[in-house]
Structures are given as structure tokens and as C-alpha cells.
């Protein structure tokens, strides 16, 4: 962890901006925004899925941009989703580059057969940003799924 006497403006503008970025990640899926939330990435990102944190093989190894277009579509399955962001922290931060951790508590509904069920995953991101052209974007993101949960809803 950091600690910070004074920062600079800038570098509190970075800090804002990259809150930001990983908050609009979970705005997009939630709105079913793909491309939107396409675009929160490097043309060549890499994005990895680990739905099993404690599983070193990933189930998803993705490395561009576009390859984020099913894996974000596929979110239209559920009749809603809340994408809760908790805490979120910048362990780097060098001119156009960062890495950070951010937790999210990640609320699926589906319907089937008149019956809602709801699925709680807990999510740990661990990401890489890098800004171009003053605009900060995942360059990784790494998804760690440490517990879910399922029940049906009233």
C-alpha cells in the first residue's frame, strides 16, 4: 500500500480515472453494453478468466479486443445483473502505466418456468491500465472467482 503525504494533481486525476474505468466495466454489463464495455479495452488486451480462483488454469484465456464480444453478450442470458463494486486499489501507478485490485460482488437473475433464481459470484479483478492518448484502458484484466451462490428469489 501506498501512502501518500501530498500527491499531485495529476496523479489524482489518474487515481480518479482509473475508479472510474474499472466502475464503467460493471455499468456496461449491467446495461448489456458490450461494445461500450469493449472499449474500456487496448485493441490488444488480454483477459483471462479463472472461474475457480484457486485453480491456476484458466478457464478463458482471451487476447483482443474482439475476442471480448461473446464473453460480454453472453450476459444477455440473465434478466438482470448488479455488478457491485467494493473496495478498489491502485497498487501502481508510474506516468501511463498502473496495476491495481479491485473486489466486486457480481448479482445474476435468471427466470425459467415462472421461478426466479438468483447467482452471487465474488469477484477479485487484478488488473493492468495503461493511458493512451490521455485516456486510461485495461491492458489485462484478470477475473478470480472466489465464491458463488445460489438460491431462488421471492
Not at 472510474?20 to 487496448?42: H, I, K, S
Not at 437473475?109 to 495503461?130: E, N, Q
Request: hydrophobic residues 45%; negative net charge; charged residues 25%.
Amino acid at each position: 500500500m501506498s501512502k501518500h503525504i501530498t500527491i499531485s494533481p495529476a496523479e489524482a486525476a489518474d487515481r480518479l480515472a482509473i475508479r472510474e474505468l474499472v466502475e464503467a466495466y460493471a455499468y456496461c454489463a449491467d446495461r448489456r453494453d458490450a461494445e461500450g464495455q469493449m472499449a474500456l479495452f487496448t485493441e490488444d488486451t488480454h483477459f483471462v478468466v479463472f472461474m475457480n480462483a484457486k485453480d491456476p488454469t484458466p478457464s478463458m484465456d482471451l487476447h483482443t479486443r474482439q475476442d471480448l464480444a461473446p464473453v460480454f453478450a453472453a450476459l444477455n442470458q440473465y434478466d438482470a445483473t448488479t455488478h457491485f463494486i467494493g473496495q478498489s486499489t491502485i497498487l501502481t501507478l508510474t506516468g501511463d502505466k498502473a496495476t491495481g485490485v479491485a473486489y466486486c460482488l457480481a448479482h445474476h437473475v435468471t427466470v425459467a418456468d415462472g421461478k426466479r433464481r438468483l447467482m452471487i459470484a465474488s469477484i477479485r479483478y487484478h488488473d493492468s491500465f495503461v493511458k493512451a492518448d490521455g485516456v486510461w484502458l485495461f491492458s489485462e484484466r484478470q477475473l478470480l472467482v472466489d465464491w458463488v451462490d445460489e438460491r431462488p428469489l421471492a
